[in-house]
């Protein structure tokens, strides 16, 4: 179960750093870009931790897939970036094989 928590821990601190990247401008101001590296540092400590119980397919789908929907809701909400349909209907279809990949794959570690 630490492991399910080490991967969400990992995956919020990628979305917090990559969210970071446009505030940064360019790794220009001093704030910002320190919270990118620290961000990402946390990221990929906690995602190593992880790989020692999750196969890595797994958890990099899992991360790749939550990180793409939390990152886009962040520009939605923080830097007003619109949606159309299309992007709403994708992200639905990323949370759903997310979900198929957690409940039905043989390959998931529960």
């Not at 620290?38 to 990929?44: C, D, L, R």
């Not at 198929?100 to 998931?108: C, P």
Request: net charge neutral; charged share 10%.
């Amino acid at each position: 179960m630490k492991s399910w928590l080490f991967l969400g821990i990992a995956i919020v601190a990628e979305v917090v750093a990559t969210s970071g990247l446009k505030a940064s401008e360019g790794f220009t101001r001093l704030w910002p870009s320190l919270l990118v590296i620290a961000g990402y540092a946390i990221a990929f400590y906690f995602l190593s931790i992880t790989l020692k119980e999750i196969p890595v397919g797994l958890a990099y789908a899992i991360w790749a897939g939550l990180g793409i929907v939390l990152v886009t809701f962040i520009g939605w909400l923080i830097y007003g970036q619109t949606l159309d349909a299309a992007s709403v209907i994708g992200m639905a279809l990323i949370i759903t094989g997310v979900a198929v990949i957690n409940l039905f794959s043989k390959a998931t570690v529960h």
